[in-house]
């Protein structure tokens, strides 16, 4: 859970948002050179996914978060997390993984390099769904930029 707190007001944070997440903000939009994200907001939940040079970027991080209240100032907090799509995608992989591996063996034809690979291949998309530290700390200082004081 990421926690950002603020001097702004929840209104003036919210207009912040609003300006750093702009599509005019970013450079031609399709420049692959550029950290180009899209957000969305509503009312006070927020929504940020870097663009990827793709139109289809599987396994992006996104953070959801919510800008509230603290007192004199406002906090934006939210965790980081993959679109529901990708964890779709990844219980039908990992359900077919199984059903192969279960098939194989009751057949008598699973073999210790298949069951090796199908563990292996059931890591590799279990590591898909986790935020790599290095999109945390790219979507942290963008999140950073948008709270800190001018």
């Not at 603020?6 to 300006?19: K, Y």
């Not at 210790?112 to 890591?123: K, N, W, Y």
């Not at 590799?124 to 935020?131: C, Q, T, Y």
Request: glycine share 8%.
């Amino acid at each position: 859970m990421l926690t950002l707190k603020s001097n702004h007001s929840v209104s003036q944070l919210i207009a912040r948002w609003d300006d750093r997440t702009s599509p005019a903000r970013f450079a031609g939009n399709d420049d692959v050179l550029d950290t180009v994200y899209r957000a969305k907001r509503e009312e006070d939940r927020v929504y940020l996914i870097h663009k990827g040079s793709s139109s289809i970027d599987p396994f992006t991080t996104v953070f959801r978060g919510r800008i509230s209240g603290d007192g004199e100032g406002s906090v934006l907090e939210g965790k980081f997390t993959k679109r529901s799509f990708d964890y779709v995608l990844l219980a039908l992989f990992l359900g077919l993984d199984v059903a192969f591996a279960m098939r194989s063996y009751l057949l008598g034809d699973m073999t210790p390099g298949g069951m090796l690979g199908c563990g292996l291949f059931a890591l590799l998309m279990i590591l898909l769904a986790i935020p790599t530290p290095w999109a945390k700390k790219r979507y942290t200082a963008f999140l950073r930029d948008i709270t800190r004081e001018d």
